[in-house]
């Protein structure tokens, strides 16, 4: 059975820096294209980044310079790293993993951890 | 990367037919059939519904159908059901790489 389950979520002080984990389970992270998408409460979805299987990686411009998507293969493990953190950044982070081998449809999902940017 | 566009809210009863738009541009919806939709319920990660405009992942049920004509992509359900009562976002793959959501539309079963 596939799982994903997100941690590092908390309070942070605006312009701190935090890490969010995926932990994988029933598939291998690095065979298949993985994405982060967040919702700011009461808001929409966001996209925020993917990496390919291959190693690629894109942003979306508003964590462009500022966040960085990476994964431990030994772990199958995926991670966000968020540096210089704002308070439009403050919503619950999902990691999620691709279904159509493009990197264009996310089936499994994480519950979430909520990130809150706040003095 | 600016939002897809989606109506807001949307209301039907039960047995009636709805249909949710997406309007993008050439960059995405019109360039792309790399639409896909999300069914989310209150306080619930997304659900994937429809991939690539017209594909149902496994389980789905054949009341939720997709299209697409030109920039604007469009997601039916059919048979209206009390549980179909949730937030549904369209995505598109883009010309730069990435993904672009729509902004949502509540959709309220009467």
């Known amino acids: 059975e596939v799982q994903l389950v997100e941690s590092g979520g908390g309070l942070i002080q605006p312009g701190g820096s935090l890490r969010l984990s995926c932990a994988a389970s029933?598939?291998?992270?690095?065979?298949?294209?993985m994405s982060w998408v967040r919702q700011a409460p009461g808001k929409g979805l966001e996209w925020v980044s993917v990496?390919?299987?291959?190693?690629?990686?894109y942003y979306a411009d508003s964590v462009k310079g500022r966040f960085t998507i990476s994964r431990d293969n030994s772990k199958n493990t995926l991670y966000l790293q968020m540096n210089s953190l704002r308070v439009e950044d403050t919503a619950v982070y999902y990691c999620a993993r691709d279904l159509c081998s493009g990197g264009t449809c996310y089936y499994n999902w994480g519950q979430g951890t909520l990130v809150t940017v706040s003095s | 990367q600016s939002a897809l566009t989606q109506p807001a809210s949307l209301s039907g009863s039960p047995g009636q037919s709805i249909t949710i738009s997406c309007t993008g541009t050439?960059?995405?919806?019109?360039?792309?059939?790399?639409v896909s939709w999300y069914q989310q319920h209150p306080d619930k990660a997304p659900k994937l519904m429809i991939y690539?405009?017209?594909n149902r992942p496994s389980g789905v049920p054949d009341r939720f159908s997709g299209s697409k004509s030109g920039n604007t992509a469009s997601l039916t359900i059919s048979g209206l059901q009390a549980e179909d009562e949730a937030d549904y976002y369209c995505s598109s793959y883009t010309s730069s790489s990435t993904l672009v959501f729509g902004g949502g539309t509540k959709l309220t079963v009467l």
């Open positions: 050439s960059s995405d919806v019109g360039g792309y059939n790399y």
């Open positions: 990496i390919y299987s291959g190693g690629s990686t």
């Open positions: 029933g598939f291998t992270v690095s065979s298949t294209y």
């Open positions: 690539d405009v017209t």
